[in-house]
């Protein structure tokens, strides 16, 4: 039995969609980060590793509390 897929159209193509990346994702991408960015600091410059991570945290949480808090969504966007 052969079957034929030509017809298959793929509707849900990600070089159909805009690009759409917006303050939100850039600070959910800030989050991991700032924990990656303590960590190398504290292997390259020999900071204490308690240290760094408690200013990769200090960088997160203004990420998280700016994101929640100070500036939060006001409401759907294209939904």
Do not use: H, K, N
Request: proline share 6%; hydrophobic share 55%; charged share 20%.
């Amino acid at each position: 039995m052969a079957r034929d897929i030509t017809g298959i159209v793929d509707r849900f193509r990600i070089g159909d969609r805009p690009l759409t990346i917006d303050r939100y994702d850039l600070l959910l991408g800030l989050i991991p980060t700032a924990f990656v960015v303590a960590f190398l600091a504290s292997r390259l410059l020999g900071l204490p590793f308690e240290a760094a991570v408690l200013g990769g945290a200090a960088i997160a949480a203004l990420a998280l509390f700016d994101g929640v808090f100070f500036r939060p969504p006001t409401g759907l966007r294209g939904a």
